[in-house]
């Protein structure tokens, strides 16, 4: 084996072993949070008696603040270090997370959305700070393959918060269904309301707890400067250069397009499923837990992909393996459409497969190259991630329709990712041809 397939956490002598647990701790640390969201909008929607289209406003504000913040994280992180970067990112997490206490006591939803989006812009220079530095820890012909070890602790963090969603949240909300609530008088609404909120904030102020903890910790350790050494801010012309490369400017609009798809197989299985169980003659409380059950089935599988991938990366081209996966990707959710049955879940639980190498991929291509403009070039890749918020309505918009086409709309829906997969098999293509050197850089 070579030096450079055995120095994925080694350069110029120096093992960043511990450095790299650390940070890739806070990517599971994400994953929580990203995944804890998704069953929320069913949860929220309940709640509060409101539409699916209502409820993705969560959706909304989560990645809105990932929107709004990437790129003065960017420059927070270029005037600092990347370690300041992580810090304020964690700072911000454990900040939306203890809001959730006030937004319960107002009774309302709205405060919810604004907690949402404090914690998100946390997670927003987390993600801004932690992708580059990985990618920073070792030689630049590993990288896409260090992401991709770090990215797959992403997973584990999201199916422990899918298990807390399912098993202390949404288990434990009063069983009464949609329609059963929308014929409460005022009063028992708001009592069944304030129980269930009460039950929802738990998890995120134990989460709360957790980060807060972490941020000590990294409070007190040493970590690398290897990548810090620049703290000049020339967002215009910095800005400029960047866009002007084109694996860049393309992987920046196909991880807008691969975000909205993951956000929408992960948040509308629970509708999917519901639909499905109920006509099963399942009650909607029950048919939620199994539709969550379904999506903890795709998350261990998207974990266990992320680790084959990873691997699989040691002989094929990053370029190629993301155009294979696209493609099958495509013919997964052609199934999700087409079937009315449990294949069709079958299906949607197999997207996740194709999906785990897609977001650490597309930003190691990106991001090839741009040496110290990677700080700015990770911030337009998180913004990116306004995917996971602009893309959601648009589906539960479809999904509101109840019918469409002699089709139910919920599987019609899913047209929206099939056409997201279209757009990563271009970009897959594009890198492999740029690899191959048949098209220009």
Request: proline residues 4%; aromatic residues 14%; hydrophobic residues 50%.
């Amino acid at each position: 084996m070579s030096d450079k397939k055995r120095s994925v956490l080694q350069k110029d002598g120096i093992s960043y072993l511990i450095p790299f647990a650390l940070i890739t701790s806070c990517f599971a640390l994400w994953g929580f949070a990203n995944d804890i969201t998704n069953p929320m909008v069913k949860a929220f929607s309940k709640i509060f008696r409101m539409s699916v289209s209502d409820g993705t406003l969560v959706q909304v504000a989560f990645y809105g603040g990932y929107f709004a913040m990437a790129f003065p994280a960017a420059m927070f992180i270029r005037k600092f270090s990347y370690k300041a970067g992580v810090m304020m990112g964690l700072s911000l997490y454990a900040a939306g997370a203890f809001l959730f206490y006030p937004a319960m006591m107002t009774g309302s939803y709205y405060p919810f959305l604004i907690a949402y989006f404090v914690l998100t812009c946390g997670l927003s220079f987390l993600e801004t700070s932690c992708n580059p530095y990985i990618l920073s820890m070792g030689p630049e012909e590993t990288a896409t393959r260090r992401l991709n070890l770090a990215q797959a602790f992403n997973p584990m963090g999201s199916l422990l918060g899918m298990y807390v969603a399912m098993n202390f949240i949404q288990n434990r909300l009063h069983p009464m269904d949609t329609i059963e609530r929308s014929k409460l008088s005022m009063e028992e609404f708001e009592t069944i309301r304030n129980a269930d909120l009460n039950v929802l904030i738990t998890p995120y102020l134990a989460i709360g707890l957790v980060v807060l903890l972490m941020l000590l910790v990294l409070c007190l350790v040493k970590m690398p400067k290897n990548a810090d050494q620049s703290h000049r801010i020339d967002f215009a012309n910095t800005l400029k250069r960047i866009c002007g490369i084109p694996h860049y400017r393309e992987g920046v609009i196909a991880q807008f397009f691969y975000v909205g798809a993951q956000i929408m197989c992960w948040t509308f299985v629970i509708q999917y499923g519901t639909r499905l169980f109920m006509a099963e003659g399942m009650d909607e409380q029950a048919a939620e837990v199994l539709s969550q059950r379904y999506n903890i089935i795709a998350m261990i599988i998207f974990c266990a992909s992320r680790f084959i991938c990873t691997f699989i990366l040691r002989y094929l081209s990053p370029g190629l393996l993301l155009k294979v996966l696209a493609f099958a990707g495509m013919a997964f959710t052609f199934g999700v459409i087409s079937f009315q049955n449990i294949l069709g879940m079958y299906c949607l639980v197999g997207v996740s497969a194709c999906m785990s190498l897609m977001f650490p991929t597309i930003y190691g291509i990106a991001l090839q190259g741009l040496g110290d403009d990677a700080k700015f070039g990770a911030a337009g890749l998180i913004m990116a991630i306004l995917g996971g918020s602009v893309l959601p309505p648009l589906q539960a918009a479809i999904i509101d329709q109840h019918t469409l086409f002699g089709l139910p709309a919920v599987n019609l829906s899913f047209v929206l990712p099939f056409i997201c997969f279209v757009v990563i098999v271009i970009y897959g293509h594009r890198s492999y041809q740029r690899e191959k050197g048949l098209l220009a850089k």
